[in-house]
Structures are given as structure tokens and as C-alpha cells.
């Protein structure tokens, strides 16, 4: 290996070409001389005056050729030009290392040691340099938006497949060959053409969940380079600059619905809940007697979420930027109970909340589809004041009216698991809520029947 080394050396620097000169060659080593050395023998040229000189040494695999010389501080040191040389590309070698000694290199070791050391150190620059520049051809923006996907699919994530939909359908399908450039080479304006495609057509929701996601995804891979539970497609691929930072925000997108059900629509729609055909009707009923909870959580509702002695039900809360779902809690009052049984059509199915008797969960279409045709006969009856409403309005409704009926912000956020992303709810409040939790649905159903719904506070914990 130093023998290579040394070659490549004196080859780069020219110094390896012309033969030492003929006044040297009485007595010179030859090709006949090295052969018949036997193990353990050595030979050298003979040695002009501060030049150094050519040795061989015949070692069991053959000759080792060197080159002799005295260092600075007297010391007589040996070169080792390598095993498997000729004759002539030995002493051509020991020329070029002669020539370098005479002309004022003393030291050929350590310059030659340095020398090895830089070329390593170049090797490994462009070594780096290549794999950078491949990095850099395979980092693409489809590389960054489905690196950061998969990342929400790992982390199971409940908005993954609609972030998945959103950026193929915005990024990929619409702009293919930006899709295919470099991450590093994006810019600000073109990411806002991106963004500004559906916002002109006037769809100004879906263009801020699309601001909102490619925000994300360059966040996110730039975050990977120093997260060591980053995905490790996204770290990979060395994104240092997030590009979709400086997209403002898109002006009336985040316009927030503020209805509301009456307390006459909402019983309105509970009397029609109780004569509508199951699985549909006990899906609804479910969904509104356990507080309105959010369709994706209810969706993947199994079996083993269900505790049928404390008569809860776990959720599994993987909204926000939580890497693990939070466990939410839902306690099942009576008319519950009897929803869930009717979901179950009598079978044991893996799936709760279901409409094909626990093969599957129900998803959002799901619900709205079977709450679209309730809403329409509602409105056909005069029933609905403020016009139709949808599955996040029975949300808010429940929020508002179990405010009206003197439940406490506390309690409503434990029941419908928001807001609790707080220092004080992650670490220190340790209670399960469950009794008050139970309560507030009673005072729910008490509602929706018309019975008086007022709460008594909330329970002192003991000390």
C-alpha cells in the first residue's frame, strides 16, 4: 500500500521518469543479482555521496526494493518502495526520491507521510463531494413531500392520508417536473404558484392546508438532520432551508364556522336519531351521546378499547404534533350502551363504531353520508333555523351547550380532548375526569330529552 502510495506520488509530481545517471552505474544492482539472492540477503547500488541509494532485500514472498537515505538528525532510514516491483521501476522510484533528497528534501518520510495524508484527506473531500452531489439529485421536492408523509404514516398520524391526497394532487399531478427538482433549488416563488393554483379558483381552505403542508414537510426535513428519531428517508436527504417559511398566510381561509344547534334543532335531531334504521341511527346516536367525538378516533375503535366493567371506551388522540397518541378516555352512559349494541348487530365484530357489524370502522364519508340525509329531511320540515349542519357542528354544539348548562371549560375539554397540550394537563393533572366526564353526558341526554340538565361543580379531589 505505501509502496502505491509512493509511486502515484512521485508520478503526480513528475519526478518519476529519467533514469539515474550512467556515472552511477558501476556495480549497479541488475536483474540477475536480485534472483539469486537468497532469503534474508540484501544488495544495494553503490551509494554516490548524498544521493541515497537503491537496496533489495529478498524476503520469503519475494524481493522488497528500498530506498536509502540519511535524515536530518543522522538517522539512516529506509523507504520501502513495495514487493512485487521489477528492477526498473524500482530504481525509478529511488531516482525520483534521489532527485527530491538532493534538492533539499531531507526528510522524504515525513513529507511523503504528509503528502499521503493530503491525498487521503482529497480522497475523502470528494468522496463527500460525490455523495453530496448524489444526495442532492435524489433530494427532490416529491423526496421532501413523501419523506414527510411516510413520517406521519409512521407516527400514525389520523391526518396522513389526507396530507398524502393533498400534496399528490396539488404537487404531484399538477406540477410533475417541479415535483422532480432538486429541494435545494425550490424557491419561495415557486412554491407559491403552487399554492396560488387553487387559491385563484377560489378554494382558499384547501390552498392554506396546502401552504400548511409543505411549511411542514420542509420543516420536517430539516429537522431530521439533527433528530435521531427522524425518519431516516428524510434525514437522508440533507435538506437545510425551508423554502415554504416566507408563504403568508392565505387571507380569509381560516374564516371558522360558528354554528351552533339550537337547543330546539338539537332535540329535534335526537327524536329523529331514535326512528332512524340502525346501523345508521345507532352510529349517529353513538357519535352524539359520547360527546361528539372526532370521527377519525371513533373509527378506530376495537375491541380492546372497550372496558366492559368501568364502561369506557379508549380513544386514541393523535391530533397537533404529539409523536404518541394520547389515551382519551370516554365513559358510555346508558343510551350509549344501547347504540354500541345495535352497531354490533348482535355479532363481535373487531370494529365499534361500524356499519358492517365490526368488520370495519366507519370513516368520515360514512358518518356524513348517513347525517346528510337526516340533515335534508330536517330541513324539508322546517326543523333547522339556521340551515343544514354538519358533524363538526354537533361538535361545537355539544361544547356550547353543555357551557349553557354550567359545565365547567375543565370538564369539556376532558370530555371532547382538546386543550391540553398545557405544561400543567401533560405533567401534573393526574385525575381521569371520568365521574365528570359521565356527568356532563347525563346532562347531555338530559337535554336532549328535555329534562332540567343543570350541573352541580365540579368535585373537589382529596388532598
Same mark, same amino acid.
Given at each position: 500500500?505505501?509502496?502505491?502510495?509512493?509511486?502515484?506520488?512521485?508520478?503526480?509530481?513528475?519526478?518519476?521518469?529519467?533514469?539515474?545517471?550512467?556515472?552511477?552505474?558501476?556495480?549497479?544492482?541488475?536483474?540477475?543479482?536480485?534472483?539469486?539472492?537468497?532469503?534474508?540477503?540484501?544488495?544495494?547500488?553503490?551509494?554516490?555521496?548524498?544521493?541515497?541509494?537503491?537496496?533489495?532485500?529478498?524476503?520469503?514472498?519475494?524481493?522488497?526494493?528500498?530506498?536509502?537515505?540519511?535524515?536530518?538528525?543522522?538517522?539512516?532510514?529506509?523507504?520501502?518502495?513495495?514487493?512485487?516491483?521489477?528492477?526498473?521501476?524500482?530504481?525509478?522510484?529511488?531516482?525520483?526520491?534521489?532527485?527530491?533528497?538532493?534538492?533539499?528534501?531531507?526528510?522524504?518520510?515525513?513529507?511523503?507521510?504528509?503528502?499521503?495524508?493530503?491525498?487521503?484527506?482529497?480522497?475523502?473531500?470528494?468522496?463527500?463531494?460525490?455523495?453530496?452531489?448524489?444526495?442532492?439529485?435524489?433530494?427532490?421536492?416529491?423526496?421532501?413531500?413523501?419523506?414527510?408523509?411516510?413520517?406521519?404514516?409512521?407516527?400514525?398520524?389520523?391526518?396522513?392520508?389526507? &396530507?398524502?391526497?393533498?400534496?399528490?394532487?396539488?404537487?404531484?399531478?399538477?406540477?410533475? &417536473?417541479?415535483?422532480?427538482?432538486?429541494?435545494?433549488?425550490?424557491?419561495?416563488?415557486?412554491?407559491?404558484?403552487?399554492?396560488?393554483?387553487?387559491?385563484?379558483?377560489?378554494?382558499?381552505?384547501?390552498?392554506?392546508?396546502?401552504?400548511?403542508?409543505?411549511?411542514?414537510?420542509?420543516?420536517?426535513?430539516?429537522?431530521?438532520?439533527?433528530?435521531?428519531?427522524?425518519?431516516?428517508?428524510?434525514?437522508?436527504?440533507?435538506?437545510?432551508?425551508?423554502?415554504?417559511?416566507?408563504?403568508?398566510?392565505?387571507?380569509?381561509?381560516?374564516?371558522?364556522?360558528?354554528?351552533?344547534?339550537?337547543?330546539?334543532?338539537?332535540?329535534?335531531?335526537?327524536?329523529?336519531?331514535?326512528?332512524?334504521?340502525?346501523?345508521?341511527?345507532?352510529?349517529?346516536?353513538?357519535?352524539?351521546?359520547?360527546?361528539?367525538?372526532?370521527?377519525?378516533?371513533?373509527?378506530?375503535?376495537?375491541?380492546?378499547?372497550?372496558?366492559?366493567?368501568?364502561?369506557?371506551?379508549?380513544?386514541?388522540?393523535?391530533?397537533?404534533?404529539?409523536?404518541?397518541?394520547?389515551?382519551?378516555?370516554?365513559?358510555?352512559?346508558?343510551?350509549?350502551?344501547?347504540?354500541?349494541?345495535?352497531?354490533?348487530?348482535?355479532?363481535? %365484530?373487531?370494529?365499534?363504531?361500524?356499519?358492517?357489524?365490526?368488520?370495519?370502522?366507519?370513516?368520515?364519508?360514512?358518518?356524513?353520508?348517513?347525517?346528510?340525509?337526516?340533515?335534508?329531511?330536517?330541513? %324539508?320540515? %322546517?326543523?333547522?333555523?339556521?340551515?343544514?349542519?354538519?358533524?363538526?357542528?354537533?361538535?361545537?354544539?355539544?361544547?356550547?351547550?353543555?357551557?349553557?348548562?354550567?359545565?365547567?371549560?375543565?370538564?369539556?375539554?376532558?370530555?371532547?380532548?382538546?386543550?391540553?397540550?398545557?405544561?400543567?394537563?401533560?405533567?401534573?393533572?393526574?385525575?381521569?375526569?371520568?365521574?365528570?366526564?359521565?356527568?356532563?353526558?347525563?346532562?347531555?341526554?338530559?337535554?336532549?330529552?328535555?329534562?332540567?340538565?343543570?350541573?352541580?361543580?365540579?368535585?373537589?379531589?382529596?388532598?
Amino acid at each position: 500500500m505505501r509502496s502505491k502510495t509512493i509511486h502515484a506520488i512521485l508520478m503526480e509530481t513528475g519526478t518519476g521518469r529519467a533514469p539515474m545517471s550512467a556515472s552511477n552505474s558501476r556495480g549497479r544492482l541488475t536483474s540477475r543479482r536480485v534472483a539469486t539472492l537468497r532469503v534474508g540477503e540484501s544488495a544495494a547500488d553503490p551509494a554516490a555521496r548524498g544521493a541515497g541509494v537503491l537496496q533489495v532485500r529478498r524476503l520469503a514472498n519475494g524481493p522488497t526494493f528500498y530506498y536509502r537515505y540519511t535524515a536530518p538528525d543522522g538517522e539512516r532510514v529506509r523507504l520501502p518502495l513495495g514487493t512485487g516491483l521489477n528492477l526498473a521501476d524500482a530504481r525509478r522510484l529511488a531516482d525520483a526520491l534521489s532527485r527530491r533528497y538532493q534538492s533539499g528534501e531531507r526528510d522524504l518520510r515525513a513529507a511523503i507521510d504528509a503528502e499521503r495524508r493530503e491525498a487521503h484527506r482529497q480522497q475523502e473531500a470528494d468522496a463527500r463531494a460525490a455523495e453530496a452531489e448524489a444526495a442532492a439529485k435524489r433530494a427532490t421536492l416529491g423526496a421532501v413531500l413523501a419523506g414527510y408523509v411516510a413520517q406521519l404514516e409512521r407516527e400514525e398520524k389520523a391526518s396522513a392520508a389526507e &396530507v398524502r391526497r393533498a400534496l399528490w394532487r396539488h404537487v404531484h399531478d399538477a406540477w410533475p &417536473v417541479l415535483w422532480l427538482t432538486p429541494a435545494g433549488q425550490i424557491t419561495a416563488d415557486d412554491l407559491l404558484a403552487v399554492v396560488a393554483k387553487p387559491a385563484d379558483a377560489g378554494k382558499l381552505r384547501e390552498a392554506a392546508k396546502l401552504r400548511a403542508y409543505l411549511r411542514a414537510a420542509y420543516a420536517a426535513a430539516v429537522r431530521a438532520r439533527q433528530d435521531a428519531r427522524a425518519l431516516p428517508a428524510l434525514r437522508e436527504l440533507r435538506v437545510t432551508a425551508n423554502p415554504a417559511r416566507d408563504l403568508v398566510t392565505i387571507e380569509g381561509a381560516s374564516q371558522a364556522r360558528q354554528r351552533a344547534l339550537s337547543v330546539a334543532e338539537l332535540r329535534a335531531y335526537w327524536r329523529r336519531l331514535q326512528v332512524l334504521p340502525d346501523p345508521g341511527g345507532a352510529l349517529l346516536r353513538f357519535h352524539l351521546i359520547t360527546g361528539g367525538q372526532r370521527i377519525e378516533q371513533l373509527a378506530r375503535l376495537t375491541l380492546d378499547d372497550l372496558d366492559s366493567d368501568l364502561q369506557v371506551v379508549r380513544l386514541r388522540d393523535t391530533k397537533g404534533r404529539r409523536r404518541q397518541a394520547r389515551p382519551h378516555d370516554v365513559p358510555l352512559i346508558e343510551q350509549a350502551i344501547v347504540a354500541l349494541r345495535a352497531l354490533q348487530g348482535g355479532t363481535l %365484530g373487531t370494529y365499534l363504531f361500524t356499519v358492517t357489524a365490526g368488520e370495519s370502522g366507519a370513516v368520515y364519508a360514512t358518518v356524513h353520508h348517513r347525517l346528510r340525509s337526516v340533515v335534508d329531511a330536517m330541513v %324539508g320540515a %322546517g326543523e333547522l333555523e339556521k340551515g343544514p349542519f354538519t358533524v363538526g357542528d354537533l361538535r361545537r354544539t355539544v361544547e356550547t351547550r353543555l357551557a349553557a348548562e354550567g359545565v365547567s371549560a375543565d370538564v369539556r375539554a376532558q370530555l371532547q380532548s382538546h386543550g391540553l397540550s398545557g405544561v400543567q394537563a401533560r405533567h401534573y393533572d393526574r385525575h381521569d375526569y371520568l365521574p365528570e366526564k359521565r356527568d356532563a353526558l347525563e346532562t347531555l341526554h338530559r337535554l336532549l330529552i328535555g329534562v332540567s340538565a343543570k350541573v352541580t361543580p365540579i368535585r373537589k379531589r382529596k388532598a
